[in-house]
């Protein structure tokens, strides 16, 4: 019901920051709860945190707790990750995924992002 399309990835030094965007290029995402995630090469997808759709209340994995925070613009058909004191470990592919019922069933194409030391 919602196609998602990432953007805002690149190369970063160290210590720097990033933004993110979740944009909805069909269907809206403000009634959606959406997660990020995130996927390094020969591993597993990692949870990274999401936003909820009634309030806006987020929660954090403890990897990112900290220096990352979401954000949404209903208006603008937009989530956004802001990815601040970038690590090299944050080197990965970044996904997000509206929540659909109790699985995330709405994935954008991923956006790279890449920290270096």
């Known amino acids: 019901q919602v196609q998602l399309v990432e953007s805002g990835g690149g190369l970063v030094q160290a210590g720097g920051s990033l933004r993110l965007s979740c944009a909805a290029s069909e269907g809206t995402i403000r009634t959606y709860t959406v997660g990020w995630f995130r996927q390094a090469p020969g591993k597993e997808r990692e949870f990274v945190g999401h936003i909820l759709w009634i309030g806006g209340r987020t929660y954090y994995a403890d990897a990112v707790k900290g220096r990352f925070t979401i954000s949404r613009d209903n208006a603008k058909n937009t989530v956004y990750l802001q990815m601040n004191s970038l690590k090299p470990e944050d080197t990965a592919v970044y996904y997000c995924?509206?929540?659909?019922?109790?699985?995330?069933?709405?994935w954008g194409q991923g956006t790279q992002v890449t920290v270096s030391s």
């Open positions: 995924a509206a929540l659909k019922g109790s699985t995330y069933d709405y």
